[in-house]
Protein backbone atom coordinates (compact mmCIF):
# COMPACT_ATOMS: atom_id res chain seq x y z
CA UNK A 1 0.00 0.00 0.00
CA UNK A 2 1.39 3.54 -1.05
CA UNK A 3 0.03 6.35 1.47
CA UNK A 4 -0.30 10.34 -0.15
CA UNK A 5 -1.00 12.96 2.58
CA UNK A 6 -1.90 15.90 1.61
CA UNK A 7 -4.06 18.65 2.47
CA UNK A 8 -1.93 20.80 5.18
CA UNK A 9 -1.37 24.48 4.84
CA UNK A 10 -1.32 27.39 7.13
CA UNK A 11 -4.01 28.53 8.97
CA UNK A 12 -5.54 30.78 11.82
CA UNK A 13 -6.03 29.71 15.14
CA UNK A 14 -9.60 28.68 15.61
CA UNK A 15 -9.42 28.21 11.70
CA UNK A 16 -9.93 24.70 10.09
CA UNK A 17 -8.50 22.11 7.76
CA UNK A 18 -9.55 18.78 6.17
CA UNK A 19 -6.60 16.69 5.43
CA UNK A 20 -6.67 13.44 2.92
CA UNK A 21 -4.55 10.31 2.65
CA UNK A 22 -4.96 8.13 -0.18
CA UNK A 23 -3.98 5.27 -0.81
CA UNK A 24 -3.08 2.88 -4.03
CA UNK A 25 -4.06 -0.48 -4.87
CA UNK A 26 -7.01 -2.68 -3.51
CA UNK A 27 -6.57 -3.61 -0.22
CA UNK A 28 -6.68 -0.21 1.72
CA UNK A 29 -10.32 -1.41 2.99
CA UNK A 30 -8.45 -4.20 4.81
CA UNK A 31 -6.17 -1.89 6.51
CA UNK A 32 -7.05 0.04 10.08
CA UNK A 33 -5.60 3.72 9.62
CA UNK A 34 -4.15 6.19 11.66
CA UNK A 35 -2.92 9.49 11.84
CA UNK A 36 0.32 10.86 13.36
CA UNK A 37 2.20 13.87 13.93
CA UNK A 38 5.28 15.43 14.34
CA UNK A 39 5.90 19.13 15.66
CA UNK A 40 9.29 20.51 15.93
CA UNK A 41 11.82 19.31 17.99
CA UNK A 42 9.58 16.69 19.34
CA UNK A 43 8.94 13.18 18.84
CA UNK A 44 5.97 11.68 16.59
CA UNK A 45 2.85 11.27 18.41
CA UNK A 46 -0.60 9.83 17.87
CA UNK A 47 -3.75 11.55 16.56
CA UNK A 48 -6.61 9.08 15.25
CA UNK A 49 -7.25 5.85 14.11
CA UNK A 50 -10.11 4.32 12.23
CA UNK A 51 -10.58 0.83 12.13
CA UNK A 52 -10.81 -1.17 8.64
CA UNK A 53 -14.72 -0.50 8.01
CA UNK A 54 -14.94 2.69 9.75
CA UNK A 55 -16.79 1.36 12.57
CA UNK A 56 -14.88 2.51 15.09
CA UNK A 57 -12.83 5.52 16.05
CA UNK A 58 -10.03 6.42 18.74
CA UNK A 59 -8.41 9.56 18.96
CA UNK A 60 -6.00 11.29 21.23
CA UNK A 61 -7.03 13.24 24.02
CA UNK A 62 -5.28 16.34 23.04
CA UNK A 63 -7.48 16.33 20.04
CA UNK A 64 -10.94 14.54 20.80
CA UNK A 65 -13.72 16.96 20.32
CA UNK A 66 -11.96 18.87 17.64
CA UNK A 67 -10.38 15.98 15.48
CA UNK A 68 -12.56 14.04 13.36
CA UNK A 69 -11.12 10.75 11.21
CA UNK A 70 -13.15 9.12 8.57
CA UNK A 71 -12.81 7.23 5.25
CA UNK A 72 -14.04 6.20 2.03
CA UNK A 73 -13.33 2.84 0.88
CA UNK A 74 -14.68 3.11 -2.10
CA UNK A 75 -12.25 5.86 -3.24
CA UNK A 76 -9.80 4.61 -0.89
CA UNK A 77 -9.00 7.67 1.21
CA UNK A 78 -8.80 8.57 4.43
CA UNK A 79 -9.47 12.01 6.19
CA UNK A 80 -9.24 13.87 9.09
CA UNK A 81 -11.18 17.07 9.26
CA UNK A 82 -9.66 19.51 11.73
CA UNK A 83 -11.71 22.22 13.87
CA UNK A 84 -10.86 25.08 16.34
CA UNK A 85 -7.17 24.23 15.47
CA UNK A 86 -4.58 25.89 18.50
CA UNK A 87 -0.96 26.66 17.63
CA UNK A 88 0.37 23.56 19.36
CA UNK A 89 -1.32 21.68 16.14
CA UNK A 90 1.68 22.47 14.11
CA UNK A 91 3.18 19.68 12.98
CA UNK A 92 3.99 17.41 10.31
CA UNK A 93 1.09 15.15 9.54
CA UNK A 94 1.31 11.17 8.29
CA UNK A 95 -1.29 9.17 7.66
CA UNK A 96 -0.41 4.77 8.17
CA UNK A 97 -1.96 2.09 7.41
CA UNK A 98 -1.68 -0.97 9.63
CA UNK A 99 -3.66 -1.80 12.95
CA UNK A 100 -6.58 -0.06 15.03
CA UNK A 101 -3.58 1.00 17.37
CA UNK A 102 -2.28 4.26 18.83
CA UNK A 103 1.60 2.93 18.40
CA UNK A 104 3.38 3.47 15.37
CA UNK A 105 4.68 -0.24 15.64
CA UNK A 106 1.31 -1.44 14.41
CA UNK A 107 1.50 0.57 11.22
CA UNK A 108 3.11 -1.26 8.28
CA UNK A 109 3.09 1.52 5.76
CA UNK A 110 3.58 5.19 6.07
CA UNK A 111 3.06 8.40 3.94
CA UNK A 112 5.57 10.99 3.20
CA UNK A 113 3.23 13.64 5.35
CA UNK A 114 1.69 17.36 5.11
CA UNK A 115 3.20 20.29 7.12
CA UNK A 116 -0.25 22.03 9.61
CA UNK A 117 0.92 25.52 10.81
CA UNK A 118 -0.93 27.33 12.95
CA UNK A 119 -0.53 30.84 13.72
CA UNK A 120 -1.11 32.16 16.78
Known amino acids: VQLQASGGGLVQAGGSLRLSCAAS????????MGWFRQAPGKEREFVAT????????YYADSVKGRFTISRDNDKNTMYLQMISLKPEDTAVYYC??????????????WGQGTLVTVSS
Open 96 to 109: AAGSTSEYEYDYDY
Open 25 to 32: GRTFKRYA
Open 50 to 57: ISYSGANT
